[in-house]
């Protein structure tokens, strides 16, 4: 008796949890691809390519340096005495460091810059994205690039929709 008491409670669970499941609305976003679509994006991206050759021309410049002082060093070195040698090699060495230092500095701007840039562009996808799933309703909104499967049949895509709040074509 217990069994079968164990059994039909079970049952009834698992029809009360498909059914809340079956009422709820759902939904989907490919949110790279909106993303991607927004001109703030795009200007974003814009800038940061500028940004980014800024950086790799402070880096180029000290290159040049370092490449022209080791030429120098190569070239003239057998007729320096041993103190200038040390000076002119430790000046190699200091430009050597200068240069690791600065792409090391380099990536870290680059990295602050972006975050600077993208991280408006993602808020407000977001935020759009949030009002559209709760205008219509919706109870989960998955991402559609990090989901196995989507039944189009059974959820929306809102990738269209977020795109009209947002005024992308």
Same mark, same amino acid.
């Given at each position: 008796?217990?069994?079968?008491?164990?059994?039909?409670?079970? !049952?009834?669970?698992?029809?009360? #949890?498909?059914?809340?499941?079956?009422?709820?609305?759902l939904?989907?976003?490919?949110?790279t691809?909106?993303?991607?679509?927004?001109? +703030?994006?795009?200007?974003?991206q814009?800038?940061?390519?500028?940004?980014?050759? *800024?950086? #790799?021309?402070?880096?180029? *410049?000290?290159?040049? *340096?370092?490449?022209?002082?080791?030429?120098?060093?190569?070239?003239?070195?057998?007729?320096?005495?041993? +103190?200038?040698?040390? #000076?002119?090699?430790?000046?190699?060495?200091? !430009? +050597?460091?200068?240069?690791? *230092?600065q792409?090391t500095?380099?990536?870290?701007?680059?990295?602050?810059?972006? +975050?600077?840039? !993208?991280?408006?562009?993602?808020?407000?996808?977001?935020?759009?994205?949030?009002? !559209?799933?709760?205008?219509g309703?919706?109870?989960?909104?998955?991402?559609?690039?990090?989901?196995?499967?989507?039944?189009?049949?059974?959820?929306?895509n809102l990738l269209?929709?977020?795109?009209?709040?947002?005024?992308?074509?």
């Amino acid at each position: 008796m217990k069994n079968l008491l164990k059994t039909v409670f079970v !049952i009834a669970l698992a029809m009360l #949890v498909n059914t809340t499941f079956a009422q709820q609305k759902l939904a989907h976003i490919n949110r790279t691809e909106l993303i991607q679509s927004m001109p +703030e994006f795009k200007t974003a991206q814009e800038k940061l390519v500028a940004y980014e050759k *800024e950086l #790799v021309a402070t880096i180029e *410049e000290i290159q040049v *340096e370092r490449n022209k002082k080791y030429d120098e060093f190569q070239k003239d070195s057998e007729t320096w005495s041993a +103190e200038k040698k040390e #000076v002119k090699s430790q000046e190699i060495v200091n !430009i +050597e460091r200068r240069l690791q *230092e600065q792409q090391t500095n380099a990536n870290d701007l680059f990295s602050k810059k972006q +975050e600077e840039l !993208i991280s408006p562009v993602l808020k407000k996808a977001s935020d759009a994205i949030n009002k !559209i799933a709760k205008a219509g309703g919706y109870v989960y909104v998955f991402e559609a690039t990090t989901v196995h499967y989507v039944d189009e049949t059974q959820s929306t895509n809102l990738l269209s929709e977020v795109k009209k709040e947002l005024g992308i074509n």
